[in-house]
């Protein structure tokens, strides 16, 4: 009964007349309608930062928990920067109560003065701890105003909090010089560095000169008030931004590609293994320039900028935090890869702050089609610790490494890794000091790389198995049952499948749906762990391209078995990795390639677009030899029997004026498919979400009335036979955010799918 007396009496106190809400009201009275610091806040903060000077914090130190609603009292920074952050952002709510500024709350005495609610004297931080819990037995529990600053001392206990490291700590305060205010009393978020950065991105995104950003700071410094902050130069503006400290490196490349200027070759003046010069000829005086560069962007910095971001600090230990549903995958956590990798290295995995990351890489041609060619090749690396829905945005896929063209890097790729593979490694082995701003210390943070994903042409350059010719699969590997077509002249891997099937499945002894008279009884191949392929890469002499050069991987250069037993061309330099042999998946392949080449190819035969389609002259005269299909041969007279899965011209003509004028999109969905249609003829220009989106939203029902049923439900998927699974229904469950286990036995639904095709056809 005392105490529940006790906790009314300190509400009714609370509640009164002249009370500390009223008091100070002026803290949440930020700014004006017009966006100006008001008078009051302005005379109410003075009165605060006397109150914090009188601490014996800050009189020891110089520094004082910042109240800003960013910092949250969780950060010290000096008199000034705290006044900075308090014009600029304001209190964090609800700080009714200076606690962490020398002030308590007085529930003893009851004083008519508008200051009885509060100790004005500094008080010895253990002390009003001390006094808080001894407060809380006598409050009720359910007392909001006590629990708050309980909660708040038990939180920032001067014995947990560290301070941020050296780096960390010189970030932190170039930061807050570079965001300090535009001009007094402008709109928050108004900085000198947010300027700069939108500067810098209007003149990469219309590519100004110069001349012409000196022009437009020229016009800021000028018509903005009188006390602005706002850089004077564009060379000013690139300072800044640089000094944020996320380097970028310039290397010099071979003319031929051969090797890096880098590293112990820093200052040689040709190559190792062409002997062509380093530089172009020059005039005396002038400054000397390479034939050919590459950029490194270093990661690093940029994983730790994550650690000291409140925004994404927190959610780096999303991936060990989170709760995996059985039998479901959401996130790359919960794949088999990963759990293999931290059973394997339990050390690593004990620490949910080290980051596992994914590389992926492509070339494009920044010209387009039509424009001259030009291969360029960006690398980015992928942090995945990140919640799923986070980590796939752009601002988290770090551009590494450009490869610059105009021609196409091939297998001498390695040459350009070799700096991020360095830093990998130290990341690996030593780590790198950083500071945690979510959790408030330092630690030692390593870093791996989990996989790459990549098409499958890039596969072969970042695996070194050539991923092209009878031997192209590198999990078959030279016990693969592709064979040559006869006419044309082309790998087929047409019904290389079935062996992957349960040993009795009836698909096995198929003799129709298949390959002609033939029963797969072989076994799958047998896998091959990381260590047992580094062996046989060693075992066939296949070289490292660092050391050979990046030219040296031709096939006059490979051992007598290439192409034969073994497609190795090269010892990708991702072995120098500790960790790689004993990784369960290396490289992965992009869904979104293989499905474009899926869509494209078949489409292109359903509408006999010439030169693109599979249903040519060529393949007619090899399909006696191999399919027993006999409505397909072409007869003895020469005439070639039409497909039922080919649309006629009164077909085509409805599909694509259907498209052209009534299929439509919510806007940024997808792009504008009418420019697609090509004369009436075929679809062109396609990227690879306009056709994961088609096959996914449109093929389902656009050929139910202009193709034969049978081939309709191939197309659509309206037809599941126990297990039978088709391309759309396989397509569309691999892009789902949420996979099941029982799905992954993919080798077993091709094989399926293969049956399902033949016999619909």
Not at 221 to 249: T, W
Not at 396 to 424: A, M, W, Y
Not at 691 to 704: D, E, G, I, K, S
Request: hydrophobic share 30%; with cysteine.
């Amino acid at each position: 009964m005392q105490k529940k007396k006790k906790s009314k009496n300190v509400k009714k106190k609370m509640s009164g007349d002249g009370n500390y809400l009223e008091l100070r009201r002026w803290m949440y009275t930020h700014k004006d309608a017009n966006g100006r610091v008001t008078k009051e806040y302005l005379e109410g903060l003075e009165t605060f930062m006397h109150q914090a000077d009188s601490t014996p914090l800050a009189q020891e130190s110089g520094k004082m928990f910042c109240p800003c609603r960013k910092c949250n009292n969780s950060k010290l920074a000096t008199r000034e920067n705290v006044w900075k952050h308090l014009i600029n952002r304001g209190f964090m709510p609800n700080y009714y109560i200076w606690f962490q500024h020398g002030e308590g709350y007085n529930y003893e005495n009851e004083a008519s003065s508008s200051n009885s609610n509060f100790q004005n004297e500094p008080v010895d931080h253990l002390h009003n701890q001390h006094r808080y819990y001894q407060e809380e037995q006598m409050v009720d529990n359910y007392d909001r105003v006590h629990d708050m600053v309980a909660d708040a001392f038990v939180a920032h206990d001067d014995d947990e909090v560290e301070e941020p490291n050296i780096d960390a700590k010189k970030f932190y305060e170039m930061l807050d010089a570079a965001n300090q205010p535009l001009y007094s009393g402008c709109r928050e978020g108004l900085s000198k560095l947010s300027l700069a950065a939108r500067m810098m991105s209007i003149k990469t995104d219309h590519n100004l000169p110069e001349s012409c950003m000196n022009a437009w700071t020229d016009l800021f410094k000028e018509y903005l008030p009188e006390d602005n902050v706002s850089a004077d130069s564009y060379y000013e503006i690139q300072k800044l931004v640089y000094s944020l400290g996320l380097p970028s490196e310039m290397i010099d490349v071979c003319i031929d590609n051969c090797m890096l200027y880098w590293g112990d070759d820093e200052k040689l003046e040709e190559c190792r293994f062409c002997k062509k010069p380093r530089f172009k000829p020059q005039g005396r005086g002038r400054n000397r320039v390479p034939y050919q560069r590459m950029w490194y962007l270093p990661i690093t910095d940029r994983l730790k900028r994550l650690y000291q971001s409140e925004e994404t600090a927190g959610k780096m230990r999303w991936h060990a935090e989170h709760t995996q549903t059985d039998g479901e995958m959401t996130h790359p956590s919960d794949a088999r890869a990963w759990k293999h990798f931290n059973k394997i290295y339990p050390q690593f995995a004990s620490n949910s702050r080290n980051v596992y990351m994914g590389l992926c890489t492509d070339g494009f041609s920044p010209f387009g089609m039509s424009g001259r060619q030009y291969s360029l090749w960006p690398v980015f690396m992928t942090p995945y610790n990140l919640p799923p829905d986070t980590c796939m945005q752009r601002e988290f896929l770090f551009l590494t490494i450009l490869i610059p063209g105009p021609n196409h890097p091939k297998r001498s790729l390695d040459v350009f890794l070799q700096p991020l593979i360095k830093e990998l490694k130290d990341l690996w082995s030593t780590g790198v000091r950083t500071y945690d701003c979510s959790t408030k210390t330092n630690f030692t943070m390593r870093a791996m790389l989990l996989w790459t994903i990549s098409d499958f042409p890039a596969y072969g350059m970042l695996s070194g198995w050539t991923t092209h010719g009878r031997l192209s699969c590198p999990y078959c590997n030279g016990t693969t049952d592709a064979f040559q077509l006869k006419n044309g002249r082309k790998t087929s891997w047409f019904d290389c499948h079935r062996r992957f099937l349960p040993i009795n499945h009836l698909y096995r002894r198929n003799r129709k749906l298949f390959r002609q008279k033939r029963v797969v009884r072989d076994t799958p191949p047998p896998y091959l762990t990381g260590e047992q392929i580094e062996q046989q890469i060693d075992y066939y002499g296949a070289q490292e391209t660092v050391r050979c050069g990046g030219n040296w991987h031709v096939p006059g250069n490979m051992s007598d078995y290439y192409g034969v037993q073994h497609n190795w061309h090269k010892k990708s330099i991702f072995w120098e990795l500790p960790y790689w042999k004993d990784l369960l998946l290396r490289h992965n392949l992009d869904v979104m390639h293989i499905e474009k080449n899926f869509f494209e190819n078949i489409m292109n035969t359903i509408l006999n677009v010439p030169g693109k389609t599979k249903d040519n002259q060529k393949s007619r005269l090899d399909l006696p030899d191999i399919c027993s299909r006999p409505e397909l041969h072409i007869k003895s007279n020469g005439q070639v029997p039409v497909p039922v899965f080919r649309s006629s011209s009164e077909q085509k003509s409805v599909l694509f004026n259907w498209v052209a004028s009534a299929v439509k999109f919510p806007d940024g969905y997808v792009s504008n498919l009418s420019r697609c249609v090509e004369k009436g003829q075929k679809f062109s220009g396609m990227k690879s979400h306009d056709c994961h989106v088609f096959m996914q939203r449109l093929v389902p029902f656009a050929f139910a009335e202009l193709l034969p049923t049978k081939v309709h439900e191939a197309l659509a998927g309206n037809i599941l036979l126990l297990t039978l699974i088709n391309f759309l229904i396989y397509f569309s469950k691999i892009c789902t955010n949420n996979l099941l286990n029982c799905f992954w036995n993919i080798q077993s639904h091709w094989s399926i799918f293969q049956g399902l095709e033949h016999s619909h056809s």
